[in-house]
């Protein structure tokens, strides 16, 4: 019953961490969709809205990496072949 339990809250965890994902993309993508406007109602000149566009988006694609290549544990024939080492 422990080993469901724990599936079940590792399955929770994981779907908190998704939706938590999906808000922060909805985020990226109103906020850089006003900076575009903004900098488009000054004159367009250098697009400067690059940067935040690169760099917040760098990050959401590392987070969402690392929400879809989850590091999995170790199994214990592993830690005990590395024990005998």
């Known amino acids: 019953m422990t080993s ?3 599936a079940r809250q590792q399955a929770i965890r994981r779907l908190s961490q998704k939706r938590a994902y999906r808000g922060q993309v909805q985020q990226y993508l109103l906020v850089n969709a006003v900076l575009i406007v903004i900098w488009a109602a000054t004159g367009r000149g250098y697009f400067w809205p690059i940067w935040p ?3 917040w988006g760098l990050s959401l694609v590392i987070q969402g990496w690392k929400l879809t290549h989850p590091v999995r544990p170790f199994s214990d024939a592993e830690i005990q072949s590395e024990m005998e080492r």
């Open 4 to 6: 469901l339990n724990d």
């Open 53 to 55: 566009i690169f760099g």
